[in-house]
């Protein structure tokens, strides 16, 4: 049965002290989940929120955050859900675009400092971010059945009052605002019908009910990290599982938690079962009774990693294909019979694909259905243009369909990057390197990588002087961590064609062939200590993008900006290429600082 607001908020209240979220923050029951949402109800009337305005959410504190989306959801108002990196001038324009009544932000006092230009009649909370500090050691490995009491920094405890709980399917569930430019921020339109419709597919084909405790730590300013996670736990009376965030490092506690939290449903992107792949030390991770569901999102996942997984781990394993304009997912390959097979991006269930009627039998993978949003948000001409005149959504994804009704995934029309299970539009990172003082032109492109699926790329061509630490310290100040290009090239000229366009093939291989210069392997054996400290912190800078003279051997995450396990990574792999060596997959979990990587290659090499 389909769901909508009204029993997702009867389920929350049915829920009492049965536990809501489990988290090394805080654990909360549905009754405090109760508690929250009244409270911010509360907060919507003080600021005289009508049904159908925005409010802004902007925080750390993550059942804030989940709190006020449902509270928000559930009364008829527009949650807009941010990443807490979202640099100001992309902040600035999306509250410019979707004029809130409401921000939800971090910090003791408002905003008026970290904006300009606010609504006057803007009203401002506070969340108490200090609330939810970094877990200490320990905390992790508490076991369910805790909760806490409502998170310091949600509005004082009011008189409660029921939620509105609209029943229009066509009222405005939630904004979400993917890649784009700063100028023309992309707010995607899901409506409740939408939202309920992909929530009801997922329920049946995953078994989500009461007992569910779905563990997912995605991030929560995704779709996939809030309706994969929270918002389909509430609608299920289920427990939501976070972990505190995936790091290389952390990586065999964060597992852990699967089955110390007793989880049933696993899901993540491809990029982290890649690491789990190649640096997990044990095979047991997802060996418990309760365990049922083992799932990848957001990305396709490459079939014979899907195929090492299933025959490491003993449990089949399921791949979503979807885009934000989905809700969530629309075709899904794994072991339920209305599922695709291994290596396909599936089938669709509960919806319709075709391939572009005009192109044969390869062409462009196009969408229909109860799930598939209604268009962009004050974007008319957008949303015309992705639409086909008989009322199919164009994916902008090249794919084949299979004599069984799967499909396959050929290639790509939209000029984007699936990095990590992270969508980026080229034109936001050429957006923002146009703004560096030197630079005269940029052009971004994907770069096929084994472990994110692709990186960002960005070739530049500068006036005056600009070193590419500038460049790279520019992205990082203006970009989300997630967007800024792992790889940065200074040229004299962009390739174009006789119409002037950016010949993108052309710049992919030049950048190829730049990465691919200086592969000579070092022998450790034959350096002295001094040298293979210098080599280490020289590797480091190129990695991290960070000037070597600001780097020692005690240098770690907390000290450098952009360590972050995606990034450590790439160290990993790079020192393995550099020195001729493999690290361990146990050894990996220990390299904290540069220092724990100096030594293992060290030790490696003697």
């Excluded at 509360?42 to 925080?59: K, P, Q």
């Excluded at 200490?136 to 008189?159: E, N, T």
């Excluded at 792949?277 to 991770?285: C, L, P, R, T």
């Excluded at 990996?588 to 990587?597: E, S």
Aim: charged letters at 20%; glycine letters at 8%.
């Amino acid at each position: 049965m389909q769901g909508n607001c009204a029993s997702m908020w009867q389920a929350i209240c049915d829920g009492g002290r049965r536990p809501f979220l489990l988290s090394p923050y805080g654990d909360h029951n549905y009754a405090a989940l109760r508690d929250a949402i009244g409270r911010w109800l509360a907060l919507f009337d003080g600021a005289g929120m009508a049904a159908g305005e925005r409010v802004v959410i902007r925080t750390t504190n993550e059942f804030a955050a989940i709190s006020s989306f449902m509270a928000a959801l559930l009364d008829g108002k527009v949650p807009v859900n941010l990443a807490t990196d979202t640099p100001q001038p992309r902040l600035e324009a999306i509250i410019a675009a979707v004029e809130p009544k409401c921000l939800i932000h971090d910090g003791e006092q408002p905003a008026t400092g970290l904006l300009t230009g606010l609504p006057p009649a803007l009203f401002q909370f506070s969340t108490h971010a200090a609330a939810q500090s970094a877990p200490k050691p320990g905390v992790l490995a508490r076991l369910a059945g805790r909760a806490s009491p409502a998170s310091p920094g949600l509005p004082p405890s009011p008189a409660m009052r029921e939620p509105a709980l609209p029943e229009d399917t066509a009222s405005l569930a939630y904004l979400l605002f993917t890649s784009g430019t700063t100028a023309e921020p992309s707010g995607v339109q899901i409506t409740s019908g939408n939202l309920f419709a992909n929530l009801a597919t997922l329920t049946r084909l995953f078994a989500y009910d009461r007992h569910s405790r779905i563990f997912n730590d995605m991030i929560l300013a995704h779709a996939d990290g809030m309706i994969q996670g929270p918002v389909l736990a509430a609608l299920n009376g289920s427990t939501i599982i976070r972990a505190g965030g995936f790091s290389l490092v952390g990586m065999e506690q964060w597992l852990a938690q699967v089955r110390a939290r007793r989880a049933t449903h696993f899901i993540t992107v491809p990029t982290i079962w890649a690491m789990v792949d190649a640096y997990g030390a044990h095979d047991d991770y997802f060996d418990a009774p309760e365990l049922a569901s083992l799932q990848s999102v957001a990305a396709k996942l490459p079939e014979d990693l899907w195929a090492r997984l299933e025959q490491r781990f003993g449990h089949p394993l399921a791949n979503h294909y979807g885009l934000t304009e989905t809700v969530a997912s629309a075709l899904y390959a794994g072991p339920h019979d209305e599922m695709g097979p291994r290596g396909t991006i599936g089938k669709p269930v509960d919806c319709e694909a075709r391939i572009d009627p005009a192109s044969g039998s390869e062409g462009e993978l196009q969408l229909r259905g109860d799930n598939i949003f209604p268009g962009y948000w004050r974007n008319d001409a957008r949303t015309s243009a992705s639409f086909t005149a008989d009322g199919w959504l164009k994916t902008g994804d090249l794919a084949r369909r299979n004599d069984d009704g799967s499909y396959a995934m050929t290639g790509r029309l939209k000029n984007i990057i699936m990095s990590g299970g992270f969508l980026i539009r080229p034109e936001e990172i050429d957006e923002v390197m146009l703004k560096h003082a030197a630079v005269r032109e940029c052009v971004s492109v994907a770069l096929d990588d084994a472990t994110f699926g692709e990186i960002a790329a960005s070739m530049v061509v500068v006036e005056g002087d600009a070193s590419i630490d500038d460049l790279f310290d520019h992205a990082r100040r203006h970009l989300e961590a997630q967007k800024v290009p792992r790889r940065i090239s200074i040229a004299s000229s962009i390739a174009r064609g006789i119409s002037g366009k950016p010949q993108l093939a052309t710049i992919r291989q030049q950048l190829l062939a730049e990465a691919g210069q200086d592969q000579t392997a070092s022998d450790p054996q034959q350096a002295t200590r001094q040298d293979l400290e210098e080599a280490v912190i020289a590797m480091a800078s190129d990695v991290f993008r960070q000037p070597a003279q600001g780097l020692t051997l005690r240098s770690g995450p907390d000290q450098v900006a952009g360590w972050d396990s995606f990034s450590q990574l790439s160290l990993i792999l790079e020192a393995e290429k550099h020195f001729a060596i493999t690290i361990p997959a146990a050894r990996i979990a220990g390299i904290a600082t540069l220092g724990d990587l100096h030594r293992a290659i060290a030790e490696l090499a003697g």
